[in-house]
T-cell receptor, first 112, second 112 residues
Framework: EDQVTQSPEALRLQEGESSSLNCSYT??????LFWYRQDPGKGPEFLFT???AGEEKEKERLKATLTKKERFLHITAPKPEDSATYLC?????????????FGEGTQLTVNP | ETGVTQTPRHLVMGMTNKKSLKCEQH?????MYWYKQSAKKPLELMFV???????ENNSVPSRFSPECPNSSHLFLHLHTLQPEDSALYLC???????????FGAGTRLSVL
């Protein structure tokens, strides 16, 4: 069974304090790794998709990295508005109907 | 209106009521999904529809009945629910495997 584990469960940072969120998974073959941001009471908002080892994508203060061993979402010099829950999801090759398996998320709080 | 729209945003129902959740996507996608999000749990896939045909039912109890009259609209009919069914119900759509799933804002359901 496909499984996604995110760590840490919760992370408190001071404004400007950089850190990384980790996503680990067990799938037989990865079609894609997805990162979403979710604010309280709202649906997940798409951030990045990574498809192959060595791929990196950036958006403002966020950088997503996928290597053979590491899957990180790095946040550089965060601001309070970056506070949200960050969700990692994987889509295996064998999936039908574009099934995504999600982790529980990392709840990020950035204090001013 | 753009994106994925869900109505109602909030719903309170008794265990003997019958209600329906509605999802509409304006993205021209051909696949639509229902997910359930409970506190401290990952998003759980419930149903998948491709070109109006149900392609996946993730062992969902029969008190949840989906309907997809066309590629733009998706309904979730609810009857004789249990208090443990209280959760955020999210609708998503995509244009195909490996592509981004776009989510609606969700319906917060409380079953009394």
């Amino acid at each position: 069974e496909d499984q996604v584990t995110q760590s840490p469960e919760a992370l408190r940072l001071q404004e400007g304090e950089s850190s990384s969120l980790n996503c680990s998974y067990t799938v037989s073959g990865l079609r894609g790794l997805f990162w979403y941001r979710q604010d309280p009471g709202k649906g997940p908002e798409f951030l990045f998709t990574l498809y192959s080892a060595g791929e990196e994508k950036e958006k403002e203060r966020l950088k997503a990295t996928l290597t053979k061993k590491e899957r990180f979402l790095h946040i550089t010099a965060p601001k309070p508005e970056d506070s949200a829950t960050y969700l990692c999801a994987v889509q295996p090759f064998e999936t039908s109907g574009s099934r995504l398996t999600f982790g529980e998320g990392t709840q990020l709080t950035v204090n001013p | 209106e753009t994106g994925v729209t869900q109505t109602p945003r909030h719903l309170v129902m008794g265990m003997t009521n019958k209600k329906s959740l509605k999802c509409e996507q304006h993205l021209g996608h051909n696949a639509m999904y229902w997910y359930k999000q409970s506190a401290k749990k990952p998003l759980e896939l419930m149903f998948v529809y491709n070109f109006k045909e149900q392609t996946e039912n993730n062992s969902v109890p029969s008190r949840f009945s989906p309907e997809c009259p066309n590629s733009s609209h998706l309904f979730l009919h609810l009857h004789t629910l249990q208090p443990e069914d209280s959760a955020l119900y999210l609708c998503a759509s995509t244009s195909g495997p490996g592509n981004i799933q776009y989510f609606g804002a969700g319906t917060r359901l409380s079953v009394l």
